[in-house]
């Protein structure tokens, strides 16, 4: 059996964004980047299937800049078997990515794919569906559990107010959500053997696939700045404020 | 000499990251319960903490000297006594072997000490021998194929736990000198090899030290480093030349971490209607510190790459010892007046830094005596 996960190079979860000073995007230049948490999430699921007995063969892909080649390493040392980046614009819309993966899928023919359930830095959540739709495959989004079966696989979902458990006939798409599991940290030995291990580049040409914007950005803000809090030293006094000063009540 | 950069990023990332989010969180309970919790030392050896200068053929990552500097400085932005556990095995436990060892030895020992599967120490000091090493009492007695060790050693980092003990010992006993000393590699449970009781320490509260006592403790003769009598204190030598450089690379993180906690708090508390960052004096201390601190830096990466490049750097090492052990000092110092009063009490880590950082000026070579390395270094460079 063969997993197929996609990460993606974003900046650092730690790192304070800044948007750009004409408000066409977010600062990234000499910013640190990292992979994408969620996608961390995906990688330590496949790893543990493959770890398991359950898997032959974790393949990385990444599509953006050439950078996203660290991205793919990073992968390979937290057990990875090998790597296939799409060297493509690091700003692709979610369809463009469904659409380049689809084309991977197609080369490699996985049993399983796993991608976060969203990307940290846009926040879509789209990409996984429009790749199970494209795909025709089945699909488990928001996975919080996943158990594989011989030709099935169940999915535990985190939807309001629960859990819904699904099972999916493979080949199928599975995002992941943040209880999944928590990410391995790699293992020094591992970084080190990372750099031996296949890693494969391809363009959009390479897959046919059209990679011209659909969307359009038309501005990017900070959020308003938060007002500083006040202390109330009563209950009464609280609903007061909550009446007449914000009209909340 | 870095061999790989995109590798190493992800090697000092991934440490970082692992300091930050696993060992930070930590450090307030490792100085209160006194011990490393169990699955924290887990993941230190799962990652590979333990073998990190050890070479990739005896089971470490064989990290070169400025390799080695660019993780210290990572490992030291978090309590010293999580770099103390594994420090033995890169540093003063393992080298003795690695650099005088026969090839037995370490194919025997080595291995077991890149995984951490054993903890070992380094038993130089002894109650009546510090910065005095080469005149050191313990003894080793030649009887048939073995030794038989007799003396105390004193205040041996990681004592109480380590399975493997590098041992300087005197085998001549008409040569009072360094020539009459060699050195041993004593496995934990040989019977005669008595742990001592933990000694009650200032700081670095999780890393522990003890009394090694040896009373008539038979060690095979296959066991004396390099499998030659009078060597053992150019060995001791050798080991704590090049620990010099590592130690004072986690002086350097350890003051980049004070100077990061004590900017942060400068930015926050507010004194006289403004944030004290803004008051000159409490600049004055944090420029101080992050100018020696980058001072430390520099000079640490220099004498490594040196090292790398095949360079004698025995005085530069001791120069980079003596500097970065002060410097951290001074940090610490500033870190707590910035804090005031707060800097005192227990809730912020800085109080802890304080106790901690004060014994990088005392082991491995007190600052007087790298002081005197440097300038009879000089000295003797300007003789030849
Ligand atoms: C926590 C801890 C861990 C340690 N771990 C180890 C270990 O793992 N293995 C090990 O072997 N040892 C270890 N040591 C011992 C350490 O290396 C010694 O304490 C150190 O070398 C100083 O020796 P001393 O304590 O005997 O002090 P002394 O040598 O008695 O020095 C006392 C003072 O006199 C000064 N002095 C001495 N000689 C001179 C001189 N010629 N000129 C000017 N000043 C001088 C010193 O600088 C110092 O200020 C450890 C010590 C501590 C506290």
Known sequence: MKILVAVKRVVDYNVRIRVKADQTGVETANVKMSMNPFDEIALEEAVRIKEAGKADEVVVVSIGPSQAQETIRTGLAMGGDRGILVEADPDLEPLTVAKLLKAVVEKESPDLLILGKQAIDDDSNQTGQMLGELLGWPQGTFASKVELGDSEVSVTREIDGGAETLALNMPAVITTDLRLNEPRYAKLPNIMKAKKKPLDTLTPGDLGVDTAHRLKVVKVEEPPKRKGGAKVGSVQELVEKLRNEAKVI | ?384
């Open chain 2, 1 to 384: 000499m870095i061999r790989d950069q995109e590798t190493l990023n992800q090697l000092v990332d991934t440490i970082s990251r692992f300091v930050r989010e696993r060992l930070v969180p930590a450090e307030e309970k490792v100085a209160e319960d006194d011990a490393i919790p169990e699955d924290i030392l887990q993941e230190m050896k799962d990652m590979g903490l333990f073998g990190l200068s050890i070479p990739e053929e005896y089971g470490g990552l064989g990290l070169t000297m400025e390799e080695e500097a660019l993780v210290a400085f990572e490992i030291g932005k978090t309590s010293p006594a999580f770099r103390s556990i594994f420090g033995t095995n890169n540093g003063i436990g393992a080298q003795g072997i690695l650099i005088d060892g026969t090839e037995e030895q370490k194919q025997k020992y080595v291995p077991k000490l890149a995984t951490g599967e054993i903890l070992s120490s380094f038993c130089l000091t002894e109650p009546d021998a510090g910065s005095d090493a080469a005149s050191l009492k313990t003894r080793a007695e030649r009887d048939g194929d073995h030794y038989i060790l007799n003396g105390t050693k004193r205040f041996i980092t990681n004592g109480p736990h380590a399975g493997l003990y590098t041992v300087m010992a005197r085998t001549d006993p008409n040569n009072k000198g360094a020539g009459g000393i060699s050195a041993f590699v004593v496995e934990g449970d040989t019977p005669g090899l008595i742990r001592g009781k933990r000694d009650k320490k200032m700081g670095q509260k999780g890393a522990h030290t003890c009394d090694i006592i040896f009373d008539n403790c038979r060690v095979p003769a296959e066991n004396i480093i390099g499998g030659k009598e009078g060597q053992g204190f150019k060995t001791a030598m050798k080991v704590l030349d090049r620990g010099r450089l590592h130690i004072s690379a986690v002086c350097v993180g350890v003051a980049e971490r004070l100077i990061e906690d004590a900017l942060h708090f400068a930015m926050e508390r507010k004194q006289f209607g403004q944030p004290i960052a803004e008051h000159q004096l409490v600049q004055a201390m944090l420029a101080d510190s992050k100018a020696e601190a980058y001072a430390g830096r520099s000079m640490v990466l220099d004498a490594a790459r040196r090292k790398d490049a095949g360079e004698n750097v025995s005085t530069l090492a001791s120069c980079c010892k003596l500097f970065c052990a002060e410097m951290v000092g001074k940090v610490a110092d500033r870190a707590v007046q910035i804090h005031g009063g707060s800097g005192y009490i227990q809730e912020y880590a800085v109080e802890r830094f304080y106790r901690d950082v004060r014994l990088f000026r005392l082991y491995e070579g007190t600052t007087q005596i790298q002081q005197i390395v440097v300038a009879r270094g000089m000295v003797r460079e300007a003789q030849s």
